[in-house]
């Protein structure tokens, strides 16, 4: 006579022939593998070294467990290109404000970037040190920046005298429309970029947060825009995320955030909206300790781009439980 064995497994009726079994031939016949398992028979637990002598019949009621979770990582390592360049790191940064040259060169160093700005200036005929002494230009890739321009006539002077310096046709472009916030004034902005792109610079222009300017300045020919997350020097954070969404949804060249940056957290906000780089100067410079500030930069910036690919979860009103409910015992 074929005996069959009725029992209940995780909820649900089960027949198996052959009559009553040890928890051991019941784990091997339901193809299941004994480790990272556990077996609870009629609410009782049998441990793995009872297996062998404990069986199982006709009406018992069988729970097996194990462990599930959810989650995934990707390893991004793309790489941001500008104007046909590409570089390793998406973090660049300033080289001002910092209480000495050595200083400078150690925080530069820690930071992980490969572009750094350089403001264009009178030489000192009285210095015995040069900024570009401190800055290893095999390593590191020298953006002129036209930082304290007024005028559109002014910022294209400025590039022409980087350029002709020996530094590169890149320029951060940047023409000042007021003293007390320093925004931009956009008007000048996109004069001089329509000039300096016609000339054969590759453009990266600092403006406001304005999606409508951003794709103003992408038409002229910028190779990136640069949209203020806050105002420079104030350490205040991306205070128009929104903004930083739209312009990236209109925009076919790289978005970079540049000047709000104060801490780690602001850089990871800016990567999370998706932005294809943070360039900042102060965050790092005014910091009280700036070269492990700028190796928090460098991980922030990292991490934010690896959440932003990963995606993260809607935001609720309510708790959602982490652990799913299939599987709990009855």
Known sequence: MNR??????????TTLSGGGRTVQQL????????DHIAVEVNEQIVSKKEWPVS???????????????????????????????????????????YESLDLMRRALEASGADMVTVAVRRVDL??????????????????????????????????????????SEFVKLEVIGDERTLFPDNGALLEATRVLVKEGFVVLPYTNDDPVVCKKLEEAGAAAVMPLGAPIGSGLGIQ??????????????PVIVDAGVGTASDATIAMELGVDGVLMNSGIAGAKDPVTMAQAMKLAVEAGRLAFFAGRIPKKMYATASSPLEGMLT
Not at 4 to 13: A, D, P, Y
Not at 246 to 251: D, V
């Open 240 to 253: 128009n995320p929104n903004n930083i969404r739209i312009i990236l949804e209109n925009a076919s060249v």
């Open 55 to 97: 069986f199982v019949e006709n009406g018992d009621r069988i729970e097996i467990v194990h462990f599930v979770g959810g989650g995934a990582s990707k390893n991004v390592s793309d790489k941001l290109v500008i104007g046909g360049r590409e570089f390793q790191s998406r973090l660049i940064v300033g080289s001002g404000k």
């Open 4 to 13: 069959k064995l009725e029992i209940i497994v995780n909820g649900q009726k």
């Open 126 to 167: 009285s210095a015995k040190e040069s900024l570009l002494n401190y800055i290893d230009r095999k390593r590191f890739f020298i953006l002129p920046n036209t930082a304290g321009c007024y005028t559109a006539q002014d910022a294209i002077r400025y590039a022409h005298l980087a350029r002709e310096a020996g530094l």
């Open 27 to 34: 784990v091997r016949d339901l193809d299941l593998r004994a």
